[in-house]
């Protein structure tokens, strides 16, 4: 079965950090661009970041500096370390590629950063 699967969200004060992980099952993993993205209510699902299957890594300009992607393929995995959280981060966090021409995505992980 082809899915992704998010885990690692939480509770958090602003300040703290986070790690996430989207572990993929069904695909050759390494071969794939793999993107977090995020939504807050109300709020439309904004692209955070985004590694390459060489390993290159992009930034939305408000995570830039704070987040870091990273991938081991290995493991099937991708991460998303998040440092220096603040309350406007708060949204549910997706991972997403494309798969044979169709988004393919995970359930989403929750996190919450606290004033």
């Known amino acids: 079965q082809v899915q992704l699967m998010e885990s690692g969200g939480g509770l958090v004060q602003a300040g703290g950090s986070l790690r996430l992980s989207c572990t993929a099952s069904?695909?050759?993993?390494?071969?794939?661009?793999i993107r977090w993205y995020r939504q807050a209510p109300g709020k439309q699902r904004e692209l955070v970041a985004g590694?390459?299957?060489?390993?290159?890594?992009n930034y939305a300009v408000s995570v830039k500096g704070r987040f870091t992607i990273s991938r081991d393929n290995a493991d099937n995995t991708v991460y998303l370390q998040m440092n220096s959280l603040k309350p406007e981060d708060t949204a549910v966090y997706y991972c997403?590629?494309?798969?044979?021409?169709?988004?393919?995505w995970g359930q989403g992980t929750q996190v919450t950063v606290s004033s």
């Open positions: 590694i390459s299957s060489a390993g290159t890594t």
């Open positions: 069904g695909i050759i993993f390494r071969m794939y661009f």
């Open positions: 997403g590629t494309d798969y044979r021409g169709t988004a393919l």
